[in-house]
């Protein structure tokens, strides 16, 4: 999950937001505003409501130092971290990369629940050093104590992709060594608590707890969803454990001059049936042009645009070597938001690898072992 709105670097790691994050934290001020009010009525409207704003922010804070230890970790093992994004259902840490050993997994995994549960024995420790009067930062301390000890446990629950279910994952590596039927088994054990979830929200909705149980069961569907994900590409990768880049790129890579106009490349895409093509400037490989590019530019603009103005440079793109496993060129693709890699050796462009042909290696695999 990308970030919608940035908000800056920490560390060196860009912190953002979806937009789903505001929904979160409307409903949490509200709920915080009707909680407050009620243990204590005599506080103030304006009170209240800045006690719950603060409360609010200072929980968002938490979550963000939750994610924040598994990034600082991923980075002190050597594993880049591009962003952690907030959104509805807590944060998520973007890593580019995944652990080489069963014992950095499990660290990467351990280090957000004990970070939720220090920052909860902090806040109940000021709670015992401050006068026991009911005050407001009594009241905001005793709350973000209990959340977080509650994100930490609920962390610890073993459906993957939870912490618990990294360190699930972990464990099971650290026991048989092997690291795809780890994921893959932790993936079924995330589907299975996430069923569980649904169901007992199901339930608990009927049984009145209204939006509580709506909300544990929206959890478990993304739970479901998440482990669903996981294990189709725990599945995928084992279907490209030998493969490399180079067996199945497209080696005869169409090409078109930069200097020819967008309308010109439009009607060589509808006569060819090709998605992609080369972009030649003076005999040399400028970049590649697809569909999505053109998008870009307004049908009016076709015929005095030129290919090289909507073309993605080549030295912006992330080109992957023949010998590349093909599993780490989809991630790429992943991560790049794009569905065409071109593939060089030496300097040179020896093909281009696009999604299609990694559909129809599937499609052929499919029906060879059927």
């Known amino acids: 999950m990308r970030s919608q709105i940035r908000l800056g670097k920490v560390f060196g790691i860009q912190i953002g937001l979806h937009y789903s994050w505001f929904l979160i934290a409307l409903l949490i001020v509200f709920s915080l505003n009707a909680q407050f009010h009620l243990a204590n009525p005599a506080w103030s409207v304006g009170l209240v409501l800045g006690l719950a704003i603060a409360t609010a922010v200072l929980f968002f804070v938490c979550l963000l130092l939750h994610e924040l230890a598994h990034s600082l970790v991923a980075k002190a093992r050597g594993i880049p971290v591009r962003e952690i994004t907030l959104f509805a259902l807590g944060g998520v840490s973007q890593i580019d990369g995944e652990s080489t050993d069963a014992k950095t997994e499990f660290q990467i995994a351990i280090v957000g629940p004990l970070t939720s549960a220090v920052i ?50 972990s464990v099971l590596w650290w026991k048989s060594g092997d690291a795809e039927r780890a994921t893959h088994n932790a993936a079924v054990t995330g589907q299975v608590v996430g069923g569980l979830f649904v169901t007992l929200g199901i339930v608990q909705f009927f049984f009145g707890a209204n939006v509580g149980g709506l909300w544990i069961a929206f959890i478990g569907w993304f739970l479901l969803q998440a482990a669903g994900e996981t294990r189709r590409q725990a599945s995928l990768k084992r279907a490209f454990e030998n493969v490399r880049v180079g067996d199945i790129m497209s080696h005869d890579c169409a090409t078109v001059d930069g200097h020819q106009s967008v309308q010109d490349l439009v009607e060589r895409l509808f006569k060819s049936g090709r998605r992609c093509f080369v972009v030649m400037d003076d005999g040399h490989v400028a970049g590649l042009v697809t569909p999505q590019d053109i998008r870009q530019v307004s049908r009016t603009q076709w015929p005095v645009t030129l290919v090289d103005a909507v073309m993605r440079p080549l030295e912006g793109l992330h080109a992957v070597a023949p010998e590349t496993p093909l599993g780490n060129a989809l991630q790429v693709m992943a991560k790049e938001n794009v569905n065409q890699l071109p593939v060089m050796s030496n300097s040179h462009l020896d093909g281009v690898l696009s999604r299609a042909e990694v559909l129809n290696y599937l499609q052929t695999r499919a029906e060879l072992e059927q």
């Open 120 to 169: 909860g024995l902090l806040c109940f420790g000021a709670v015992y050093a401050l006068p026991k009067a009911v005050t407001p930062g009594i009241a905001m301390l005793t709350w973000l104590g209990y959340i977080n000890f509650g994100l930490a446990a609920f962390n610890l629950v073993p459906g993957y992709p939870l912490d618990g279910g990294r360190i699930l994952r």
